[in-house]
DNA sequence: TCTCTTCGACCGAGGTCCGA
DNA sequence: TCGGACCTCGGTCGAAGAGA
């Protein structure tokens, strides 16, 4: 067991422990919910109704309706929020319309940047749209990832954004459930994608303009439907277009971050044997694995050698819609240390 | 007639009770 | 043991009543 996992088994087990304790003190003393630590009973409407001497339904238009309600019976049961400290209850609510405002958010791993990163702009939007979001990480397992979903729908999700590749577009879409997918085969649903052959263009070109003497790019292998497969096109088409000598590894990459190094590691002791004394260009299919072999170069070579130009790619749209539309972004090229040309 | 307020069905799933 | 009726949770919402 890892640090990570001891860690979060402490904080599960605590979790369990606390619950378990309030709900014992519930049932001896039939004064205490969860969410009020102090021995203090959850105040509900039928509370504030008997409090105030109003109907609950009187004080539900308080909350979605206020103006019909004279100011001065606003006023009072304004007074007994105070006075009861009442605390909303949304649970309630979604009992009664069946808007929970959760989206499932199903994406493959953590370790990769690109994917937290994302997972870090669609938590934001909370704030512009009051939407939460109920995340798993399916580590690229079929079976596991409809599990989740199963999961999800129990939960009455109202959307999903899916990140993650190994359920085909065909099968979402027959949830009946607004969904967008990010970088994904989006046949039959909605999507955000970048332009990943322009985005290979600009990579490629621009580790050819650094004098490399041979490109390299590194990628998993995808079927031309996926997006990504555009950027192992882009870089193929440029090279080709342009006679440059250029190897394309597509290999498995990993599904953990120690993975991912170890494979790394290995394709670069091949590089480095096979093109000794040539400058070499590699194109890596994310910002993550551009950092794994800048780092893997800096503990061989103590620093990143000059005949080492490395380049990586990612991006962060987030979009969504109820009609199928596949919106592309544009890439944007950032020129960094590690593609600065040869002197 | 209009404004303000109340009543009670309803949501969904699990628990309880009672009769067969 | 089984099945059905009823209750529970905390809100929403349409219909209807009360009063000015």
Redesign the pocket.
């Known amino acids: 067991m890892t640090a990570f996992q001891e860690l979060s088994f402490f904080v599960y087990n605590h979790i369990k422990s606390l619950v378990f304790y309030i709900n014992i003190h519930y049932h001896k003393h039939n004064y205490i ?1 969860v969410g009020n630590y102090h021995g203090q ?9 008997k409090y105030t ?9 308080y ?3 206020p ?8 006023q009072i049961i304004s007074d007994a929020l105070d006075k009861l400290n ?13 808007k929970t405002e959760f989206i499932g958010v199903i994406i493959p791993n953590l370790y990769l940047h690109y994917y937290s990163e994302m997972l870090n702009q669609i938590l934001k939007t909370y704030d512009t749209y009051g939407y939460k979001f109920l995340v798993f990480t399916g580590d690229d397992h079929k079976s596991t990832e409809r599990k989740y979903i199963q999961e999800l729908l ?1 939960y ?1 999700i109202e959307g999903m954004v899916i990140l993650s590749h190994t359920i085909p577009s065909r099968e979402l879409a027959s949830y009946n459930l607004p969904i967008v997918m990010i970088e994904r085969e989006d046949q039959f649903v909605s999507s955000v994608n970048t332009d990943n052959y322009m985005g290979a263009v600009q990579a490629t070109s621009l580790l050819a303009k650094t004098g490399a003497d041979i490109l390299i790019h590194i990628n998993a292998e995808f079927s031309p439907q996926v997006p990504s497969y555009g950027r192992i096109k882009g870089f193929s088409d440029i090279c080709e277009e342009y006679q440059i000598p250029h190897e394309l590894i597509l290999t498995d990459t990993g599904r953990s971050y120690e993975e991912s190094s170890l494979i790394l590691k290995d394709l670069l002791e091949i590089v480095d044997s096979k093109y000794q004394g040539k400058t070499k260009g590699i194109f890596l299919p994310n910002d993550t694995f551009a950092n794994i072999m800048l780092n893997h170069l800096i503990q061989k070579y103590g620093q990143l050698p000059d005949d080492y130009k490395i380049i990586g790619f990612d991006d962060s749209p987030v979009s969504m819609s109820s009609e199928p539309v596949h919106k592309i972004i544009p890439p944007i090229l950032i020129n960094r240390k590690t593609t600065e040309p040869s002197h």
């Open positions: 919910s009973k959850n105040i509900t409407f039928n509370d504030i109704a001497g109003f109907s609950k339904t009187t004080v539900s238009r909350f979605n309706n103006d019909s309600l004279t100011l001065k019976n606003q009442y605390q909303e209850n949304k649970v309630a609510r979604i009992l009664a319309n069946g129990s009455k």
